[in-house]
């Protein structure tokens, strides 16, 4: 459920480490991707010793052609560091530059973020912010609530 406290943030520039990977929503549907990539990154904490906070990343960079569930597009899933001084094995880095945001909040299970982006879509269309955008990003704060009713994500749409 999306809720109403929409707010237009400015947030400085963001150093991640991660995974990465490029398939379809309805591939990360059908394969669990990006819940596996989360996984990953969990097991990695222990050896990221310069993240900034517990939060886990997910970063969808979207290419020039249209969007439909069947396109492939970029999953980042990351957390945010200090510096780029270590980075585990097998593991990238990416940068979010510093600009302006919308913050969206989706409450409710993880499952159902999709009636959520349906209803930001919805608002940027009549709130007139129809720019293409190049990539999109939620903030899970707390992994052990993500089935919960309660459960904030965070949802950054960059302007």
Do not use: C
């Amino acid at each position: 459920m999306l809720l109403k406290d929409i707010e237009m943030i400015s947030r400085q520039e963001m150093k991640l480490i991660g995974y990465s990977t490029k398939a379809s929503l309805n591939e990360d549907i059908q394969l669990n991707i990006v819940k596996n990539l989360r996984e990953q990154v969990l097991n990695e904490f222990p050896q990221i010793t310069n993240r900034i906070n517990d939060s886990i990343y997910l970063i969808q960079v979207y290419d020039d052609e249209e969007w439909t569930p069947d396109t492939p597009y970029t999953h980042i899933i990351a957390v945010e560091v200090t510096d780029f001084s270590f980075v585990p094995n097998n593991m990238i880095t990416h940068t979010i530059p510093n600009g302006k945001f919308l913050l969206f909040k989706h409450q409710g299970p993880e499952e159902g973020i999709d009636s959520t982006y349906v209803s930001i879509n919805d608002w940027l269309e009549e709130n007139n912010y129809v720019t293409p955008r190049s990539f999109d990003m939620e903030q899970w704060g707390d992994l052990t609530a993500m089935n919960n009713s309660d459960n904030l994500i965070k949802i950054y749409i960059p302007l």
